[in-house]
């Protein structure tokens, strides 16, 4: 199936306003917002719904899924402080959305989806983006053991605790965050590796995701 990619002057102008929004609610990191003004996220809508594309909310891309809201996904990849060349571990691929941001930051993405019919349609689309990530499908909670340690791990799934799998691929030195609570409401929560056995942890503002879920997870 080909794709056909069209960014035009409004979507550029919509993506824009949404940068001025997203300074307004406190995101202040420069890069982030730009990589936000950067990735035409329209591209991740089926054209019938292109007017939704730059509005701050989460929206369904099926199988009980949702592109996330873009103050979310700000949010999240502001707490992970990229630096260009950073190994990423993405934990729930999803639409890919949050894919690209990581990538126009300079990470080298590492990213798992556990939904195949998600995993094959992100496949297709993002390296037609000219995104390509390192793309894996399967559990998410359970991390990608044979390319860690990873400099930072983001997750994009509510968690009932922080997977000790996803500990364990965190190089010393390196950030996790990851949404942990109930499956109604969770806290953002950022866990950084101090050494060998111990790790500093940081609860944050309430967030809600779909469900993380696999071996280590819901």
């Known amino acids: 199936m080909a794709y056909k990619f069209v960014d035009n002057y409004r979507e550029k102008g919509a993506r824009k306003k949404l940068v001025e929004h997203l300074k307004s609610r406190g995101i202040s990191d420069t890069k982030v917002l730009n990589a936000i003004g950067k990735v035409p996220r329209h591209f991740f809508f089926d054209e019938t719904f292109w007017i939704q594309a730059y509005r701050d909310i989460a929206f369904p891309i099926g ?5 996330s809201q873009p103050y979310t996904v700000a949010y999240q990849t502001e707490l ?5 060349g950073d190994k990423v571990l993405e934990i729930g691929t999803g639409s890919g959305y949050q894919t690209c941001i ?6 080298d993405v590492f990213t798992i989806e556990r939904q195949e019919s998600i995993y094959k349609h992100t496949i297709r689309v993002l390296p037609g983006m000219g995104y390509h ?6 559990d998410g909670s359970i991390g990608i053991a044979e390319h860690a340690p990873y400099d930072k791990i983001i997750v994009t799934a509510g968690a009932p605790f922080v ?9 010393i030195g390196g950030a996790l ?12 929560v950022t866990v950084f590796r101090v050494d060998e056995k111990d790790y500093e942890k940081i609860e944050l503002d309430t967030f ?3 469900p993380l879920v696999g071996d280590q997870a819901w």
Do not use: C, W
């Open 208 to 210: 809600r995701f779909v």
């Open 80 to 84: 992970l402080h990229l630096k260009k």
């Open 63 to 67: 199988d009980g899924q949702t592109i």
């Open 102 to 107: 990581l990538m126009e930051l300079g990470a």
């Open 133 to 138: 990530a390192n793309f894996y499908y399967g």
């Open 177 to 188: 965050v990851i949404p942990v609570g109930d499956e109604h409401s969770q806290k953002m």
């Open 163 to 171: 997977p000790e799998a996803l500990l364990k691929q965190l190089k």
